[in-house]
């Protein structure tokens, strides 16, 4: 797999932590993904944030075929090579004139990973502009190292603890305005973060945070699903596959796997650093 990229995308990853956009799936097939989650919260009465957290590729067989697609895997394969594990997913929504954002962060400062080598795909179910609160990143800050952050625990940050880091400078900040169907990629370390959502329609993301299989747990034996290639190195226990679309052992395996990263008496890369 791979061969998804130019040498020149590859660079220009390498260079400034992002790239975008990159195209997965038709805009039809992103609408009929968007109509089938949106179905789910109909059904269970709940909004997906509040009940599938961290394993969602496993819980839907759409979303499934989404983190298995050829196109987004291939892509990631070309930066990090083909030997995958994908350890998390998680859909990001902000609903029509919602006050929620997203604070300045660095993915892989709360996931425990060494060395921590995270890449994340962002993958648009419908159209993600700057009125709709798209993500923003400084391209470039994936080379500043890891940055202190702040959890604030407010109640409108979508992240779990409302982690941050202060004083950024957002000046040359690029806007990954995606169509439905497309993708972005962003470095493990990139400062990225998004804003409010003044529109008049949700937005829905699908986030797919990808490691390569030489990549270890820094705070204990985890699992991950094997997404391409070969597990050539055991660090991570092999997530069991769903037999059927909404596999209560995947609601069990979801449920432990984000108290685990929620527990707060797990210090990790985020906290111990020095401020940048």
């Known amino acids: 797999m791979g061969k998804v990229l130019t040498e020149a995308q590859v660079r220009q990853f390498h260079e400034t932590g992002i ?13 009929d993904c968007r109509s089938k989650l949106e179905a789910y919260e109909a059904e269970t009465g709940k909004p997906a944030v509040d009940t599938i957290h961290i394993k969602g590729h496993l819980y839907f067989d759409w979303a499934y075929q989404l983190a298995r697609n050829p196109r987004l895997v291939g892509a990631i394969s070309d ?3 083909e030997d995958l594990f994908i350890m998390a997913s998680r859909f990001w929504i902000k609903d029509a004139q919602d006050r ?6 660095q ?5 425990g990973l060494k060395p921590p080598t995270i890449i994340t795909a962002w993958l648009a179910l419908n159209e993600v ?8 990143v400084i391209p470039g800050s994936h080379k500043s190292g890891t940055h202190k952050h702040i959890e604030t625990h407010n109640a409108d940050n979508l992240l779990s603890r409302g982690q941050e880091v202060a004083d950024v400078d957002d000046t040359g900040a690029f806007d990954c305005v995606l169509k439905p169907g497309e993708f972005s990629i962003h470095h493990g370390h990139v400062l990225h973060s998004s804003e409010p959502n ?31 290639g070969q597990d050539r190195f055991g660090h991570w226990d092999h997530d069991p596959l769903p037999t059927r679309d909404r596999d209560p052992v995947i609601m069990d395996l979801m449920h432990k796997a984000n108290s685990h990263y929620r527990d707060k008496n797990h210090k990790q890369d985020a906290e111990p650093a020095a401020a940048k």
């Open 100 to 105: 929620k954002y997203v604070s300045w962060h």
């Open 198 to 228: 003044t529109s008049d329609d949700r937005r829905i993301g699908f986030a797919m945070m990808f490691i390569p299989a030489s990549v270890e747990s820094a705070i204990g034996r985890r699992s991950a699903t094997l997404i391409s």
């Open 19 to 31: 790239l975008s956009p990159v195209m997965a799936v038709s805009e039809q097939e992103a609408s």
């Open 107 to 111: 993915d892989h400062a709360y996931f």
């Open 79 to 81: 930066l990090v090579g």
């Open 129 to 136: 502009t700057r009125d709709n609160g798209c993500m923003r």
